[in-house]
């Protein structure tokens, strides 16, 4: 698998060399043409000034191109038109068709053929040759350069630009290699680190953190380890509270087995029955109070998933379903108490502000899932009907208010129990704690309902009363969709 993986550091490399190549490859393509095209005029521009001069030097020789010329004369204009390297012929012009050649350079090819004024082209010798005409009172001077040598000309100038761009891009990408081995070298340092730390080691990742296009990186991972060792952590914690607190009903119900196996394992009679029958119902109340713990903790753990996943933010309850998930709690709840206490006269008294019937309520909606709704309001309500010391209904109040320039949901469960101080509510969202280590209860609801509301961005409070307590559970109350 190693050999598949992809390099940053060969990617970079390529792309600079190909947007180099790319770069410099066009403005060299366009210099190259304008400097040919420059050269080959430069070169035209040689062969007129060559004849122009030459013009002017016969001109002085033999002023008058009808008299003969005195070979003398004729030795000297071959060695002066032949002094700047261009191939030359001059002739005299007397009719339509007579042209009497009168100087020529040594190489020149003979180029009387070539009649019209300007640039033209001749072979001669099997090479081609660039040709111009300059004809001047009566005598006509014809300058040439062969095509070949131009071209070598043109390709060593070539040649000489082309050589500095090659040597130029392997430096840069020799450099840019070398450049981007050591800008990588943090990445190196960071996946050292990684490597040699422990498994169960949650301290902050160090290397990385002096490079700014690493540190963000570092910065997410660092959050990410804390994250984890917080979970873990949690989970140690659940873990060792779950284990004692289910050691406790087991034990129980295991010594209450025994007792009603050693009484009916007795002599037969009244008061062996009484202890055997008392110790099976004290058995039958660990197995609930265990059944109650299990599904607590089993809710717990959906609940605390739910927070740290965030899927659960996502989903929401309209105005209809929130009345509803209210009055089924209340509901649910005051049934239950009855049925779990049979002496009990529970019951919870609902009221909703302001009436369902306002408008207000038709355009409302919370970040939170029905479902968790129903779970937060059912633990608060059983909580404060496990704890009502009176015939008096439970007081549950869904209602709508206006804090920190904001709507927000309102559930108010108040009760008419012993209380509890301002130390002890602190403590009442902790797991497991339960006011005076009370045999009932498993101490989860609480926190189960404080989970929900930090689910959708609420809040759980505690207010005291006389007598009592009110549990308030506030979620942020957003315009519906409909």
Not at 4 to 33: D, I, P
Request: contains cysteine; hydrophobic residues 40%.
């Amino acid at each position: 698998m190693k050999g598949h993986l992809k390099s940053l550091r060969r990617r970079l490399v390529w792309g600079v060399t190909l947007t180099t190549c790319l770069m410099w490859g066009s403005v060299a393509a366009w210099q190259f043409t304008s400097m040919q095209r420059e050269m080959r005029s430069m070169l035209d521009e040689r062969l007129i000034a060559s004849a122009k001069m030459v013009a002017a030097i016969v001109e002085q020789i033999h002023p008058d191109p009808t008299l003969p010329i005195a070979p003398a004369k004729t030795e000297a204009m071959n060695s002066l038109i032949a002094r700047d390297g261009v191939e030359c012929e001059v002739s005299l012009v007397r009719s339509e068709v007579d042209v009497l050649p009168i100087a020529r350079t040594g190489n020149a090819p003979d180029l009387n053929a070539q009649v019209e004024s300007g640039f033209g082209s001749a072979t001669k010798g099997g090479k081609l040759w660039r040709t111009y005409v300059l004809e001047h009172n009566g005598m006509r001077v014809v300058t040439a350069d062969r095509m070949d040598v131009r071209e070598h000309l043109v390709a060593s100038m070539l040649r000489a630009l082309v050589l500095p761009f090659v040597l130029t891009l392997a430096g840069i990408v020799l450099m840019t290699w070398w450049i981007y081995t050591r800008s990588l070298r943090p990445l190196e340092s960071l996946r050292r680190e990684l490597s040699a730390r422990p498994p169960h080691d949650p301290s902050p990742v160090r290397s990385g953190q002096d490079v700014a296009e690493i540190s963000p990186l570092v910065q997410s991972l660092n959050a990410l380890l804390a994250r984890i060792n917080a979970s873990v952590e949690r989970e140690r914690r659940w873990t060792a509270n779950a284990a004692h607190e289910l050691r406790t009903p087991l034990t129980g119900i295991k010594t209450h087995v025994q007792v009603a196996q050693l009484a009916m394992n007795g002599e037969p009679g009244a008061p062996k029955t009484d202890i055997a029958i008392e110790a099976l119902h004290n058995a039958n109340t660990g197995v609930q109070h265990l059944q109650s713990t299990l599904e607590q903790l089993l809710q717990l753990a959906r609940v605390e998933s739910a927070v740290e996943s965030g899927g659960s933010a996502t989903m929401r309850s309209s105005a209809d379903d929130i009345v509803q998930a209210f009055q089924h709690a209340c509901e649910q709840s005051a049934a239950r108490a009855r049925t779990e206490r049979v002496d009990s006269q529970a019951s919870v008294e609902q009221r909703i502000e302001p009436d369902a019937a306002d408008p207000r309520w038709a355009r409302l909606s919370i970040p939170l899932a029905p479902a968790l709704l129903v779970s937060a309001i059912t633990n608060l309500t059983d909580n404060a009907l496990l704890h009502q010391h009176s015939n008096t209904a439970v007081q549950a109040t869904l209602a709508l208010v206006r804090h920190e320039q904001r709507d927000w949901l309102e559930v108010r469960i108040r009760d008419h129990g012993p209380g509890m101080a301002t130390d002890e509510i602190e403590l009442s969202t902790q797991r497991f704690w339960r006011k005076g280590n009370a045999a009932h209860g498993s101490g989860l609801g609480l926190t189960i309902v404080q989970h929900i509301a930090e689910i959708a961005g609420g809040e759980l409070l505690m207010r005291p009363e006389e007598p009592g307590l009110t549990a308030i559970l506030r979620l942020p109350s957003e315009p519906s969709a409909r």
